[in-house]
């Protein structure tokens, strides 16, 4: 089923909570070695039929060796891959129902936005009087109709992004790989072009897995985020899931914005933890994730918007911990304010500007508490 239809019917998109449901792509304990160098490591994925798949990750963590091989520019050293339940490993690169949009979208300088689309259906087995259709249909579907007879020097980055697009996909691909597409356009631009390749991806049904290092972009676009560390997956799950709940301090400090304090368990009892982390302060109190147990190193994660600051101690707060403003930044559509506590560690609370023109309710060196609820944050022991 696809997103839109499953949002038709109310229900959720996630195949991959379908015990009977079969992956499109199944990557099985695949390892990629260069020499000596690891670049994938003993991974195992599955990746379904209408996804909007994202491998995110910082440089040198393997989301583009892992895409490569799909592509069948790369062969895994060991592992299988399948694709609709077939090993494509010793299927060549052009003989494979995939297609692949570069970064730097590779169109032909000296033909048109029409016959670059057409280029690939030239060479493809489809009846040559079917392809202006084809060509016209695909720049329709990246409404760049009234753009056919122009050169790619003639139109924007952002239109040459939707013609390569529009080119990777004019043959109907099984799966769509893409290469860091948005990574030339503007920040305004790449956000809008998020959009439309979501509409895009929802209207074709195709499956999209896309490599970025934009946390932001995979957050947006994607159905579930691979969020991978030196060949390896971290955590697999949907971008809510991989925000709210991270399972691991890498995972916690790689997403988004986030107040990470060290401490240990001192005590657990009814579900809550309490966490020792500095001389002389409270102990934080937080939900216990199962099997937490009592002296554990542990790490406290929050998220600065789930952090309250204000000018007196706040009644019955679970959490509420003296400090300073040490800095202010303003975000437009909220502010961050930078609390040093006394032991020296500093938390981040953001508030939104609600109203234009608002002074600051806090200013540089003014003595604030910062307060938080026992279920706002995480306790992670990984």
Not at 100 to 110: G, I, V
Not at 203 to 217: C, M, R, S
Not at 249 to 277: C, H, P, T
Request: include cysteine; charge should be neutral.
């Amino acid at each position: 089923m696809s997103r839109d239809a499953a949002k038709a019917r109310g229900e959720v998109f996630a195949p991959w909570l379908d015990e009977n449901a079969e992956p499109l792509i199944r990557f099985d304990r695949v390892t990629k070695k260069f020499g000596d160098f690891v670049a994938i490591d003993d991974l195992s994925i599955d990746i379904y039929e209408r996804e909007f798949f994202a491998l995110l990750g910082p440089s040198g963590c393997g989301k583009t060796t892992l895409m490569r091989m799909l592509a069948g520019f790369e062969t895994p050293t060991t592992g299988k891959i399948m694709l609709a339940g077939k090993n494509i490993g010793p299927i060549p690169a052009n003989k494979r129902p995939v297609n692949m949009m570069f970064q730097s979208y590779a169109l032909f300088p000296h033909l048109t936005v029409a016959d670059n689309i057409a280029f690939g259906l030239k060479r493809s087995d489809m009846p040559k009087d079917q392809i202006a259709a084809r060509v016209d249909e695909m720049l329709g579907l990246v409404q760049l109709k009234k753009f056919g007879g122009r050169k790619p020097h003639q139109i924007s980055g952002g239109q040459r992004q939707r013609v390569a697009l529009a080119r990777a996909l004019a043959k109907s691909p099984k799966l769509l790989l893409l290469d860091e597409p948005l990574a030339a356009l503007d920040r305004k631009l790449r956000e809008e072009t998020q959009f439309e390749l979501m509409d895009i991806q929802e209207k074709l049904g195709t499956t999209f897995v896309i490599v970025t290092h934009d946390q932001e972009e995979a957050m947006t676009v994607a159905s579930r985020v691979a969020v991978m560390d030196h060949g390896q997956l971290i955590q697999v799950a949907t971008p809510e899931a991989i925000y709210e709940t991270p399972n691991s301090r890498y995972v916690a400090d790689f997403i988004g914005d986030i107040n990470l304090i060290e401490g240990a368990v001192k005590s657990v009892a009814r579900d809550i933890a309490e966490i020792s982390w500095a001389e002389s302060m409270e102990p934080l109190r937080a939900t216990a994730p199962e099997g937490l147990t009592k002296g554990a190193n542990c790490c406290f994660a929050i998220r600065p918007e789930k952090v309250s600051i204000s000018a007196e101690r706040p009644e019955k707060a679970a959490n509420a911990l003296p400090g300073k403003v040490i800095d202010i930044g303003y975000l437009g559509n909220m502010s961050t304010y930078h609390v040093e506590l006394a032991n020296g560690q500093m938390v981040k609370a953001q508030v939104p500007n609600q109203n234009r023109l608002s002074r600051h309710a806090f200013t540089w060196e003014d003595a604030v508490w910062v307060s938080f609820t026992a279920t706002a944050g995480l306790v992670l022991t990984a």
